[in-house]
Each structure stands twice: as structure tokens, then as C-alpha cells.
Antibody
Framework: QVQLQESGPGLVKPSETLSLTCTVSGASINSNYWSWIRQTPGKGLEWIGYIDYSGTTNYSPSLKSRISIRLDTSKTQFSLKLSSVTPADTGIYFC????????????????WGQGTLVTVSS | DIQMTQSPSSLSASVGDRVSITCRASQNINKYLNWYQQKPGKAPKFLIYAASSLQSGVPSRFNGSGSGTDFTLTISSLQPEDFATYYCQKSYTPYTFGQGTKLEVK
């Protein structure tokens, strides 16, 4: 059974960088796609980006200039960095496994972490 | 970007009722549509992919239909554990979610 667990600071100051890590167990991080999704009061559920087993990334166009997602296969972890945060970035951040049905067009998020609340405030 | 719009935003129903939730895409997305269920304080749970295919382990009272721009999630006979918020999601990048439909006890 796949398990994911987010970790990182719960409070980040405006203009600083939000950094989160997702630790994966029960599945090989060298396969599948690994994603970050957030849930904010302003925009609801919002996909942030994903990284695949080869390290190729795909980011949300609206966040692309501020995002970096990395894979650490030795630690079975992947990470998110979101720079220049504002209070609008406050929300619950989820990591998730993304799987496919036949092709990348039929992608879905079938395993999720419990989520971690990040507040942007001075 | 393609926008996903759900209706209604909230819905009151009773155990045993049949309920339907609609999701509309701003452009044709064929059958590239997923559904999720979220309970308070929990992560979303994946229910349906390719508009109408049930994820393994999901009860058969859940049914998805539609293609193109209009999709429906139907629960044939509501159970107590089904009261939650439901989201649709476009299944190709950039992945976009609907705003959610909260299913409440009448």
C-alpha cells in the first residue's frame, strides 16, 4: 500500500521560499509520477506540478515561474520549492502519486498524503 | 485554460436518495475526466477515471457518465459515508479541478 507523508515548516514569511518534502513508502519512486497539489481558500484544489521517474517536470502555467520540484531517489522523497510567497499561497499542501490509464491523457491522483497546512504570514 | 464548473455548489439529501452532480468543461475534453470525494480534514479520494470507469474498491452505487463538455456523477442510493464534497478534474495537463459540490444531510 502506497503511503505519502508531507513535511516542512508550517509558517513562512511573505517573499520567502516555501519548502516541503514528501516521503514515499510502499511504492518505487523510480516509477510513476509524483505531484504536488494545494487547497487554498481562494482557489480550492489547485494542481502545482509533477515530476516523473526520470526527473522530467511539468508545472502549472500560473505558478511555473516560482516552482521547483525535485526527486531524491536515494531517500525515496520528492520536494517542492515555491518562491516569493504571499498570503494567497496559504493553504493545505498535498503530495500525491499520479498514475495513468493507457496514456498521459488519462492521468489521475490515486494516492495522497494527509496534507500539511502552510501559512504565509509575517 | 479550460475551466471546470460544478453544479450545484451544495446539495441536501437523505440516506437512500439518488443524487446527481454535474461538471461542465469550458471546452471539449472528450472523456478526460476524473471524480474525487473529500471528507473534512482528509485528502481527496479517487473515485472515477475516464469519465465512467470505477476505481478498484469504489462501491458500484457510484456512476460516472458524459463526454465532451458535460459530465455527471450519480450516487444511486446514498449511504451515510457518502456525505462529503465531490470534485471533478480534467485528466490531462494542466490539471484543473471543479470548485466542488458539498453533499449534506437533509
Amino acid at each position: 500500500q502506497v503511503q505519502l507523508q508531507e513535511s516542512g515548516p508550517g509558517l513562512v514569511k511573505p517573499s520567502e521560499t516555501l519548502s516541503l518534502t514528501c516521503t514515499v513508502s510502499g511504492a518505487s519512486i523510480n516509477s510513476n509520477y509524483w505531484s504536488w497539489i494545494r487547497q487554498t481558500p481562494g482557489k480550492g484544489l489547485e494542481w502545482i506540478g509533477y515530476i516523473d521517474y526520470s526527473g522530467t517536470t511539468n508545472y502549472s502555467p500560473s505558478l511555473k515561474s516560482r516552482i521547483s520540484i525535485r526527486l531524491d531517489t536515494s531517500k525515496t522523497q520528492f520536494s517542492l520549492k515555491l518562491s516569493s510567497v504571499t498570503p494567497a499561497d496559504t493553504g493545505i499542501y498535498f503530495c500525491a502519486r499520479m498514475d495513468l490509464y493507457n496514456s498521459i491523457w488519462f492521468s489521475y491522483f490515486d494516492s495522497w498524503g494527509q496534507g500539511t497546512l502552510v501559512t504565509v504570514s509575517s | 485554460d479550460i475551466q471546470m464548473t460544478q453544479s450545484p455548489s451544495s446539495l441536501s439529501a437523505s440516506v437512500g436518495d439518488r443524487v446527481s452532480i454535474t461538471c461542465r468543461a469550458s471546452q471539449n475534453i472528450n472523456k478526460y475526466l476524473n471524480w474525487y470525494q473529500q471528507k473534512p480534514g482528509k485528502a481527496p479520494k479517487f473515485l472515477i477515471y475516464a469519465a465512467s470507469s470505477l476505481q478498484s474498491g469504489v462501491p458500484s452505487r457510484f456512476n460516472g457518465s458524459g463526454s465532451g463538455t458535460d459530465f455527471t456523477l450519480t450516487i444511486s442510493s446514498l449511504q451515510p459515508e457518502d456525505f462529503a464534497t465531490y470534485y471533478c478534474q480534467k485528466s490531462y495537463t494542466p490539471y484543473t479541478f471543479g470548485q466542488g459540490t458539498k453533499l449534506e444531510v437533509k
